[in-house]
């Protein structure tokens, strides 16, 4: 999908108005990887180790990705959007600097 600057500052002006919702919708393969690295980094050696204490982890980890990681992603997603979009409307202008 492409968005050109204008319609991405639109969105964005519709957005603070309450007149808009936007929502970035990242894959659920991203939450899983997570919660697997999460698990794989914090989940003890010791076999005797109960189901209880692997609950917990992947809980934290469910819990973490919601209200931390989730949120970082999807700002970071439209800021990056918002960065490519300005510098192609520089390097447009640049072009047509350098043409004239």
């Known amino acids: 999908m492409s968005v050109a600057l204008t ?3 639109a969105i964005n002006r519709g957005e603070s108005q309450k007149v808009l919702r936007v929502s970035v919708n ?20 010791d076999n005797n180790v ?7 982890i992947a809980h934290s980890a469910n819990d973490a990705y919601d209200r931390l ?8 997603v439209r800021s990056v959007l918002l960065l490519m979009l300005l510098l192609m409307l520089l390097l447009k202008v640049m072009v047509k600097v350098m043409v004239s």
């Open 7 to 9: 319609q991405m500052l």
């Open 50 to 56: 109960s189901g209880r204490l692997t609950q917990l």
């Open 69 to 76: 990681v989730q949120p970082v992603l999807t700002r970071s």
């Open 26 to 45: 990242i894959p659920d393969s991203v939450r899983e990887s997570f919660v697997s690295r999460c698990m794989s980094a914090y989940q003890p050696s």
